[in-house]
């Protein structure tokens, strides 16, 4: 009767974790997300839940709370999500209260990043003991989940720690929010397959992925390697960034691009050793082990939803 399961439900899929009262995992499961209407996305989201309690032979009643992160505005406080273009929720939506109502059992609702920075707190929380962190979400978009003094901070608007859209570079090219030069518009997933089309010849006519070019740059070829290298000096910035505004214990870095793995880290690192050659306040506010990549088979997206769950206590069980 004790079970909990977070859920990430991104654009083109939806993840979901179970566990038991102890954290223990018990099953999962991934579906597709249907975002053709709010309805299908609840239906949909109900689904993967069943799906993920039938893997773990345990039936939804013995489902206590869920936790849910979405790519999107957010209000945590009455779980409406504003604006989620990625799941087609354009105008504001009581998401929480949907599937409160379809699971019957209360729901956390928060973005996604913020949401996979909490799984990034409890995962470096179990290596060493902290206080702070800053999650650093690199894929299709950029953004930043921040812990202080062991709690979420949302910000006044729930937009702290989107430094996706923190403009970088005056010169550089218009990102989506309109703004010349952001810091997504430069070192995020398409950002870097884009400088690479038409820079890098093509393979079998197929466009680059980003994936492709980072190892490319690993593997020297000239081109792929002055776009990775240029993409971790703007993120190495972004990292001390956070590290100057917040003063956070760690800086763990997540993400679609990361699954790069040493074709990712290892220009990064060197940009940061590059920094900290230059100024000996930045070698002491950002040495190497402060900033690390969360590895790639820990699902920070739904430990954090599960963690996120509310847990009813027994007063609100006897209501
Ligand atoms: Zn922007």
């Known amino acids: 009767m004790t079970l909990r399961i977070g859920l990430d439900i991104g654009g083109t899929k939806t993840a979901a974790l179970l566990v038991d009262a102890n954290d223990r995992p018990l099953g999962r499961?991934?579906?597709?997300?249907?975002?053709?209407?709010?309805?299908?996305?609840?239906a949909g989201t109900v689904s993967v839940v069943d799906h993920a309690l039938r893997n773990a032979g345990r039936s939804r009643d013995?489902?206590?709370?869920?936790?849910?992160?979405?790519?999107?505005?957010?209000?945590?406080?009455?779980?409406?999500?504003?604006?989620?273009?990625?799941?087609?929720?354009?105008?504001?939506?009581?998401?929480?209260?949907?599937?409160?109502?379809?699971?019957?059992?209360?729901?956390?609702?928060?973005?996604?990043?913020?949401?996979?920075?909490?799984?990034?707190?409890?995962?470096?929380?179990?290596?060493?003991?902290?206080?702070?962190?800053?999650?650093?979400?690199?894929?299709t978009g950029i953004a930043a989940g921040l812990v202080l003094d062991g709690q979420l901070y949302r910000g006044a608007h729930g937009m702290a720690g989107e430094i996706g859209h923190i403009p970088i570079d005056p010169a550089g090219p218009r990102c989506i929010c309109g703004a010349y030069g952001c810091l997504e518009a430069l070192a995020a997933g398409p950002a870097i397959a884009a400088q690479a089309i038409g820079a890098i010849p093509n393979e079998g006519g197929q466009p680059l992925s980003t994936a492709r070019v980072y190892q490319l740059a690993a593997?020297?070829?000239?081109?792929?390697?002055?776009?990775?290298?240029?993409?971790?000096?703007?993120?190495?910035?972004?990292?001390?960034?956070?590290?100057?505004?917040?003063?956070?214990?760690?800086?763990?870095?997540?993400?679609?691009?990361?699954?790069?793995?040493?074709?990712?880290?290892?220009?990064?690192?060197?940009?940061?050793?590059?920094?900290?050659?230059?100024?000996?306040?930045?070698?002491?506010?950002?040495?190497?082990?402060?900033?690390?990549?969360?590895?790639?088979?820990?699902?920070?997206?739904?430990?954090?939803?599960?963690?996120?769950?509310p847990v009813p206590n027994v007063e609100e069980i006897r209501k």
């Open 219 to 309: 593997a020297g070829q000239p081109v792929a390697h002055q776009i990775i290298e240029r993409a971790a000096s703007y993120l190495s910035r972004a990292v001390y960034l956070l590290l100057m505004a917040y003063d956070v214990d760690k800086v763990v870095i997540g993400g679609g691009v990361t699954l790069a793995g040493a074709a990712f880290e290892r220009p990064l690192r060197a940009a940061m050793s590059a920094m900290r050659a230059d100024s000996p306040l930045t070698a002491s506010m950002m040495p190497d082990e402060k900033v690390v990549i969360i590895p790639p088979d820990y699902n920070a997206g739904v430990t954090g939803a599960v963690y996120l769950a």
């Open 62 to 139: 013995q489902l206590i709370a869920a936790g849910v992160g979405v790519p999107g505005q957010v209000d945590p406080s009455d779980g409406t999500v504003r604006l989620a273009v990625n799941l087609n929720l354009r105008e504001p939506y009581p998401l929480r209260q949907a599937l409160q109502d379809a699971l019957g059992v209360p729901v956390a609702l928060e973005n996604d990043v913020r949401t996979a920075a909490w799984g990034a707190f409890h995962w470096a929380s179990e290596q060493e003991p902290l206080n702070s962190l800053a999650y650093l979400s690199i894929g």
């Open 29 to 42: 499961a991934t579906h597709p997300t249907d975002v053709s209407s709010p309805d299908r996305l609840v």
